[in-house]
Protein backbone atom coordinates (compact mmCIF):
# COMPACT_ATOMS: atom_id res chain seq x y z
CA UNK A 1 0.00 0.00 0.00
CA UNK A 2 1.44 3.76 -1.07
CA UNK A 3 2.17 5.91 1.83
CA UNK A 4 0.92 9.19 2.18
CA UNK A 5 4.58 10.81 0.88
CA UNK A 6 4.54 8.18 -2.14
CA UNK A 7 0.34 9.51 -3.36
CA UNK A 8 1.74 13.26 -2.03
CA UNK A 9 4.51 13.31 -4.59
CA UNK A 10 2.85 11.35 -7.51
CA UNK A 11 -0.24 13.52 -7.31
CA UNK A 12 2.14 16.76 -7.18
CA UNK A 13 4.45 15.40 -9.94
CA UNK A 14 0.92 14.69 -11.93
CA UNK A 15 -0.35 17.83 -11.68
CA UNK A 16 3.30 19.81 -12.36
CA UNK A 17 3.11 17.54 -15.99
CA UNK A 18 -0.35 18.25 -16.91
CA UNK A 19 0.76 22.65 -16.25
CA UNK A 20 4.14 21.90 -17.53
CA UNK A 21 1.93 20.67 -21.31
CA UNK A 22 -0.21 23.50 -20.98
CA UNK A 23 0.26 26.02 -23.80
CA UNK A 24 1.77 29.31 -22.52
CA UNK A 25 0.54 31.45 -25.55
CA UNK A 26 -2.88 29.49 -24.66
CA UNK A 27 -2.87 31.00 -21.06
CA UNK A 28 -1.81 34.53 -22.49
CA UNK A 29 -4.60 34.36 -24.65
CA UNK A 30 -7.07 33.07 -22.16
CA UNK A 31 -6.35 35.52 -19.69
CA UNK A 32 -6.52 38.41 -22.07
CA UNK A 33 -9.87 37.04 -23.06
CA UNK A 34 -11.41 37.13 -19.66
CA UNK A 35 -9.96 40.55 -19.06
CA UNK A 36 -10.95 42.08 -21.85
CA UNK A 37 -15.03 41.65 -21.20
CA UNK A 38 -16.84 42.85 -18.16
CA UNK A 39 -19.62 40.29 -17.84
CA UNK A 40 -18.20 36.43 -17.55
CA UNK A 41 -20.95 33.48 -17.13
CA UNK A 42 -19.49 30.50 -15.79
CA UNK A 43 -21.05 27.14 -16.58
CA UNK A 44 -19.20 23.76 -15.13
CA UNK A 45 -21.13 20.18 -13.53
CA UNK A 46 -20.07 18.05 -10.67
CA UNK A 47 -16.13 18.91 -9.46
CA UNK A 48 -15.15 21.24 -12.45
CA UNK A 49 -18.06 23.11 -11.83
CA UNK A 50 -16.62 23.53 -8.58
CA UNK A 51 -13.27 24.76 -9.59
CA UNK A 52 -14.85 27.00 -12.10
CA UNK A 53 -17.19 28.35 -9.06
CA UNK A 54 -13.63 29.41 -7.23
CA UNK A 55 -12.82 31.33 -10.28
CA UNK A 56 -15.93 33.51 -10.99
CA UNK A 57 -15.36 34.13 -7.07
CA UNK A 58 -12.36 35.56 -8.08
CA UNK A 59 -13.39 37.16 -11.21
CA UNK A 60 -15.61 39.11 -9.29
CA UNK A 61 -13.38 40.31 -6.77
CA UNK A 62 -11.62 41.50 -9.61
CA UNK A 63 -14.79 43.82 -10.65
CA UNK A 64 -16.13 41.60 -12.86
CA UNK A 65 -19.78 40.76 -13.38
CA UNK A 66 -19.35 37.16 -12.65
CA UNK A 67 -21.71 34.42 -12.49
CA UNK A 68 -22.29 30.72 -12.20
CA UNK A 69 -25.05 29.74 -15.04
CA UNK A 70 -28.07 29.05 -12.93
CA UNK A 71 -27.76 30.56 -9.99
CA UNK A 72 -30.72 33.15 -9.44
CA UNK A 73 -28.25 36.28 -9.43
CA UNK A 74 -26.77 35.35 -12.80
CA UNK A 75 -27.86 37.74 -15.05
CA UNK A 76 -28.39 38.13 -19.02
CA UNK A 77 -25.49 37.53 -21.36
CA UNK A 78 -24.94 39.17 -25.09
CA UNK A 79 -22.98 40.56 -27.15
CA UNK A 80 -19.11 41.66 -25.53
CA UNK A 81 -19.81 38.90 -23.28
CA UNK A 82 -18.12 35.67 -22.66
CA UNK A 83 -19.83 32.26 -21.21
CA UNK A 84 -16.74 29.92 -20.01
CA UNK A 85 -18.05 26.37 -20.11
CA UNK A 86 -15.50 23.45 -18.13
CA UNK A 87 -15.67 19.81 -20.53
CA UNK A 88 -13.17 18.64 -19.55
CA UNK A 89 -14.24 15.05 -21.59
CA UNK A 90 -14.91 18.07 -24.30
CA UNK A 91 -18.49 16.37 -25.29
CA UNK A 92 -20.99 16.86 -22.74
CA UNK A 93 -24.71 17.01 -24.02
CA UNK A 94 -25.49 19.96 -21.16
CA UNK A 95 -22.40 21.87 -22.36
CA UNK A 96 -23.14 21.69 -26.05
CA UNK A 97 -26.69 22.81 -24.94
CA UNK A 98 -25.05 26.10 -22.82
CA UNK A 99 -23.19 26.63 -25.98
CA UNK A 100 -25.59 26.50 -28.21
CA UNK A 101 -27.75 28.94 -25.81
CA UNK A 102 -24.79 31.17 -25.21
CA UNK A 103 -24.32 31.61 -29.48
CA UNK A 104 -27.88 32.20 -29.69
CA UNK A 105 -27.81 35.62 -26.92
CA UNK A 106 -24.77 36.52 -28.48
CA UNK A 107 -22.01 35.78 -25.88
CA UNK A 108 -18.30 34.42 -27.03
CA UNK A 109 -17.91 30.61 -25.80
CA UNK A 110 -14.67 29.77 -24.33
CA UNK A 111 -14.28 26.17 -23.12
CA UNK A 112 -11.81 24.71 -20.69
CA UNK A 113 -10.87 20.86 -21.44
CA UNK A 114 -8.62 17.93 -21.67
CA UNK A 115 -10.14 16.83 -25.33
CA UNK A 116 -8.70 19.71 -27.59
CA UNK A 117 -10.47 17.88 -30.63
CA UNK A 118 -13.65 17.05 -29.14
CA UNK A 119 -16.67 18.55 -30.30
CA UNK A 120 -16.72 21.09 -27.09
CA UNK A 121 -14.07 22.87 -27.90
CA UNK A 122 -14.59 22.70 -31.43
CA UNK A 123 -17.64 24.77 -31.12
CA UNK A 124 -15.98 27.05 -28.52
CA UNK A 125 -14.73 30.52 -30.29
CA UNK A 126 -10.64 29.89 -27.52
CA UNK A 127 -10.71 26.87 -26.09
CA UNK A 128 -8.23 26.15 -23.40
CA UNK A 129 -6.44 22.50 -22.82
CA UNK A 130 -5.27 21.09 -19.92
CA UNK A 131 -4.28 18.17 -20.91
CA UNK A 132 -5.14 15.97 -17.99
CA UNK A 133 -6.97 12.99 -17.19
CA UNK A 134 -10.84 13.12 -16.86
CA UNK A 135 -13.59 10.58 -16.07
CA UNK A 136 -13.67 9.82 -19.91
CA UNK A 137 -10.05 8.31 -20.00
CA UNK A 138 -9.59 6.86 -16.81
CA UNK A 139 -9.68 3.46 -18.03
CA UNK A 140 -5.96 1.71 -17.51
CA UNK A 141 -4.47 4.95 -16.61
CA UNK A 142 -1.22 5.56 -15.16
CA UNK A 143 -2.55 8.45 -12.33
CA UNK A 144 -3.21 7.76 -8.96
CA UNK A 145 -6.09 10.61 -8.72
CA UNK A 146 -9.60 8.66 -9.00
CA UNK A 147 -11.46 9.79 -12.35
CA UNK A 148 -11.54 12.97 -13.28
CA UNK A 149 -9.38 14.55 -9.83
CA UNK A 150 -5.96 15.55 -12.31
CA UNK A 151 -8.00 17.70 -14.44
CA UNK A 152 -10.17 19.07 -11.59
CA UNK A 153 -7.08 20.05 -9.93
CA UNK A 154 -5.01 21.45 -12.40
CA UNK A 155 -7.96 23.06 -13.49
CA UNK A 156 -8.17 24.70 -10.19
CA UNK A 157 -4.06 25.65 -10.06
CA UNK A 158 -4.52 26.93 -13.57
CA UNK A 159 -7.35 29.30 -12.90
CA UNK A 160 -5.48 30.98 -10.20
CA UNK A 161 -2.53 31.55 -12.03
CA UNK A 162 -4.51 33.36 -14.60
CA UNK A 163 -6.29 35.40 -11.53
CA UNK A 164 -2.88 36.38 -11.29
CA UNK A 165 -2.27 37.31 -14.87
CA UNK A 166 -6.11 38.80 -15.47
CA UNK A 167 -5.35 41.33 -12.14
CA UNK A 168 -2.07 42.27 -13.47
CA UNK A 169 -3.87 43.27 -16.72
CA UNK A 170 -7.07 45.03 -15.07
CA UNK A 171 -4.46 46.89 -12.68
CA UNK A 172 -6.11 45.25 -9.43
CA UNK A 173 -4.41 45.16 -6.92
CA UNK A 174 -5.21 42.52 -3.63
CA UNK A 175 -6.44 45.31 -1.39
CA UNK A 176 -9.04 46.71 -4.41
CA UNK A 177 -9.55 42.48 -4.49
CA UNK A 178 -10.61 42.55 -1.09
CA UNK A 179 -12.62 45.80 -1.12
CA UNK A 180 -15.22 43.18 -2.74
CA UNK A 181 -14.87 40.15 -0.35
CA UNK A 182 -17.89 39.71 1.28
CA UNK A 183 -18.26 41.05 4.54
CA UNK A 184 -20.82 39.38 6.33
CA UNK A 185 -18.69 36.76 7.82
Known amino acids: MATFADLRDSTLAELAGVLNRVDPDAYETFCATIAGVNRVVCFGMGREGLALRGFCMR ?50 VVVVTAQRGAPDPNSADFALTIPAQTMATDHGSASV ?37 FNLE
Open 145 to 181: LAMGTAFELAMAIFFDLAVIRIQALRGESLESMRERH
Open 59 to 108: LAHMGFDAHMAGDVTAMPVGTGDIVLISSGPGNLTMTRSMIELARRAGAS
